[in-house]
């Protein structure tokens, strides 16, 4: 038989469960603005992050709020906190004061912590003379003789290059054809091929991919419809995966206990390759050849550029693969710490001493063509002064763009400048 509860009872419930389930947590914003005009300032100028921390509730909230900083342009500044007391609906003011005593980079940390377990913060980075950033490079006595031998294998093997013709994926002003061709350990990697029907020879544009992307074949375009445009997949990206995996996207551990195992040697060299048939192509401006990539990208480019002197220009859009040593000190990959971990024969001396013949950094000064970069200030996956630690080594003409306000993504606009930078540089003709 059912029990029957009488009605006083579940109001009684109700109301007791009511009163005894725990209160809201107040609503607590927080936003961090600084006074370095485009992320900027001079030399032993200050900046002045101001906090606004505003309490959207009709109760006041306790909160305690801390200040942090992490560079490697300078000794980091001991941390600092400040206690709150903030009236409903009001917001709170606080300043910090951050000299910037050495050219660089400085990225300070706003944190706010209430409601017992509550936390969270926003980070803003500025920057001084990013021009003049510099890190000791971490060449190995053997770098060069390394770089030299490598390059000297890829040209024992034969790249039997093949085109396919891919006739739904051309344009009205370009044909596109799958290309396939071997590379250093006789792997195969391909890439999409788009070539201007009309008369050339036209000035070409290797695109190279960002870590775990698939370069593609673009669309009809008028920036690049008068350029052959080589979207290139070097090993386990996009299809150049038959014989070297795209899974797990791992590849900055793969093989790295050994500097002629690791992963970035053969992508490199097929970077290098990837050139090797560019230069093939009777249609092709042998005087005007370009690469250009985006993080990974980016450090192709510089790689690129650095090893093969028929490049002609350097696009490096927030360049992944720079400056190593400063690179671990500014971000945290437990992907690597786990690596490291793994094996008793593994430490950050050893790990560090081979990723530097694959260091953007010590390759740089070898870069003679023209050079753009791209950088986002915000960027926490590429910091900007590891990017800078590359850029500043290149010894020929060059050129960068800082958005302060970006991160690790530039948006199409920033695409469409380099376009016209490589335009103007192959001196075609720019539609207003």
Known sequence: MARIIPAFLVLCASFISSRCSPAQ????????SSSAEGGFVGLNETVVFTAAVRNSSEQPVKATLKW????????VPQSRSVHLEIKGTETELRSYVLPMTAVGFAEVQCSIAYANDRTFSQKYRVGTA????LSELTKESD?????KGSLAELKTIDPDFEFVPQPDRGTEKTDVFEVTMRSHGDIHVRGWLQVPKSEGPHPAVIRVPGYGSNMKPLGEGRDWDDIVVFS??????????DEVPGKPVDYWIRGLDDKSTYYYRGAYLDCVRAVDFICSRADVDKKRIAVWGGSQGGGFAFATAALDPRIDFCAADIPFMCDWVNYFRLTVWPEMDKWIADSDNRSWESTLRTLSYFDTMNMADRIQCRTVMGVGLQDAVCPPSTSFAAYNRVPGQKS?????DKGHGLGPAHRNR???QIRTAFELPIEE
């Open 25 to 32: 947590p107040p609503a607590v914003g927080l936003s961090l």
């Open 68 to 75: 942090s900083v992490q560079t490697v342009a300078f000794d």
């Open 130 to 133: 990013p021009e003049l950033v």
């Open 143 to 147: 770098f060069d003789r390394f770089w």
């Open 232 to 241: 290139f997949n070097p090993r386990a990206h996009g299809n150049s995966m």
């Open 400 to 404: 960068f763009k800082v958005y302060a």
């Open 418 to 420: 380099v376009w016209q």
